[in-house]
């Protein structure tokens, strides 16, 4: 065993060696990490980010994996999967651990007789990816009931309290991206719930009937660009540039939505990239539009974007 194998194993008791990504990308890609960690407690990060430091070891976090692409050569490093699922709730409040997984948020706050996640029903990840991505759908929008997180600068080390402003938010953008500062927990603003129980199962059962009519099963990550604009969805441009149904290797472009690519079964790593280069080129083309990814790269050296 080599000495960082020795050390990490010292400093991450549990960690494990050559441990694949596959199983824990919604995709179902990915090749082998050097180290990988699951991590269980917040207070275990500032010392995990010392030992990255000092040992030069390059990390990467992650939480469901519902909108990574894994490499097929894995990562040269450490990656921590963020299991952290603490929640608790303060009246209409409710503050969750970054790892805790939206579909669980919705589950409880429904149990309390609260309202205000009903839109998400059916949205994959965690807290920490939601408030780093500022996920949403049916006209729900992270920002729009955060009330602030604490995170963690992963050059440093220090945490702080960070409220709704400071995610400088947008369209699935937050300062967040720009930082690469990990969200250790996040408190969302809910309310009473106002109609009845039946009511909001009712709305609930509607809106995951409406998902499945829109969007393919399978191995996916959903929206792989973000749509231009409101007007111009990503799934439109590529249909337009006739891709729909367009197949590279293993990879396929649904026929249902155009914006999500599906791993068929043994799709690679490059089988997507390709898919992803190609839909990038044509649209750009056809509509002399730039579509930027949604869904995060990791190639084995780090989180890449991709060229035209
Ligand atoms: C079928 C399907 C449908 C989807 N539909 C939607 C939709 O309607 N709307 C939508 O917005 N998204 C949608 N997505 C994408 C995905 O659900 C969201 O992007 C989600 O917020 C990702 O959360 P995660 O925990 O899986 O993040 P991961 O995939 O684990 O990570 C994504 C990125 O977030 C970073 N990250 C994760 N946790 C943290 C943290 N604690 N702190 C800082 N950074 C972090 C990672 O480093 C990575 O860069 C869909 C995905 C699938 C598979």
Same mark, same amino acid.
């Given at each position: 065993m080599t000495k960082l194998k020795k050390e990490c194993q010292k400093y991450l008791p549990g960690v494990l060696f050559e441990e694949s990504l596959e199983k824990y990308s919604t995709f179902r890609i990915g090749g082998k990490a050097d180290f990988f960690y699951k991590l269980?407690?917040?207070?275990?990060?500032p010392s995990i980010i010392k030992f990255c430091i000092n040992e030069n070891l390059p990390f990467f976090i992650f939480g469901a994996g519902s909108n990574i692409l894994f490499s097929d050569k894995g990562f040269r490093g450490l990656v921590i999967k963020i299991e952290t699922e603490k929640l608790e709730f303060t009246g209409t409040n409710i503050k969750a651990d970054a790892g805790v997984l939206v579909s669980k948020l919705i589950k409880e706050s429904v149990a309390k007789g609260?309202? !205000?996640?009903?839109?998400?029903? !059916?949205?994959? !990840?965690?807290v920490g990816g939601a408030v780093r991505g500022n996920a949403g759908c049916n006209g729900l929008e992270t920002r729009d009931i955060l009330i602030g997180a604490t995170i963690l600068d992963?050059?440093?080390g220090s945490i702080q309290q960070a409220k709704n402003a400071y995610f400088h938010y947008d369209y699935r953008y937050s300062k967040l991206k720009r930082t690469g500062e990990i969200v250790l927990d996040a408190t969302f603003k809910l309310e009473k719930r106002k109609f009845s129980a039946q009511k909001q199962k009712q709305i609930m059962d509607e809106i995951r009937k409406f998902r499945q009519e829109k969007q393919p099963f399978g191995s996916t990550t959903g929206s792989f660009f973000k749509n231009p604009s409101p007007d111009t969805p990503a799934g439109m441009l590529i249909d337009q540039a006739g891709l729909k149904g367009k197949t590279i290797g293993k990879a396929k472009i649904s026929?249902?939505?155009?914006n999500f690519f599906l791993?068929? !079964?043994?799709?690679s790593y490059k089988d997507i990239l390709k898919l992803a280069k190609l839909a990038k080129r044509q649209v750009k083309a056809k509509f002399g539009v730039i579509l930027e990814e949604e869904v995060q790269i990791l190639s084995e050296k780090g989180p890449i974007t991709l060229a035209v």
């Amino acid at each position: 065993m080599t000495k960082l194998k020795k050390e990490c194993q010292k400093y991450l008791p549990g960690v494990l060696f050559e441990e694949s990504l596959e199983k824990y990308s919604t995709f179902r890609i990915g090749g082998k990490a050097d180290f990988f960690y699951k991590l269980k407690s917040n207070k275990e990060f500032p010392s995990i980010i010392k030992f990255c430091i000092n040992e030069n070891l390059p990390f990467f976090i992650f939480g469901a994996g519902s909108n990574i692409l894994f490499s097929d050569k894995g990562f040269r490093g450490l990656v921590i999967k963020i299991e952290t699922e603490k929640l608790e709730f303060t009246g209409t409040n409710i503050k969750a651990d970054a790892g805790v997984l939206v579909s669980k948020l919705i589950k409880e706050s429904v149990a309390k007789g609260l309202s !205000g996640l009903e839109k998400w029903v !059916g949205l994959p !990840g965690t807290v920490g990816g939601a408030v780093r991505g500022n996920a949403g759908c049916n006209g729900l929008e992270t920002r729009d009931i955060l009330i602030g997180a604490t995170i963690l600068d992963p050059k440093t080390g220090s945490i702080q309290q960070a409220k709704n402003a400071y995610f400088h938010y947008d369209y699935r953008y937050s300062k967040l991206k720009r930082t690469g500062e990990i969200v250790l927990d996040a408190t969302f603003k809910l309310e009473k719930r106002k109609f009845s129980a039946q009511k909001q199962k009712q709305i609930m059962d509607e809106i995951r009937k409406f998902r499945q009519e829109k969007q393919p099963f399978g191995s996916t990550t959903g929206s792989f660009f973000k749509n231009p604009s409101p007007d111009t969805p990503a799934g439109m441009l590529i249909d337009q540039a006739g891709l729909k149904g367009k197949t590279i290797g293993k990879a396929k472009i649904s026929e249902k939505h155009a914006n999500f690519f599906l791993n068929n !079964g043994g799709a690679s790593y490059k089988d997507i990239l390709k898919l992803a280069k190609l839909a990038k080129r044509q649209v750009k083309a056809k509509f002399g539009v730039i579509l930027e990814e949604e869904v995060q790269i990791l190639s084995e050296k780090g989180p890449i974007t991709l060229a035209v």
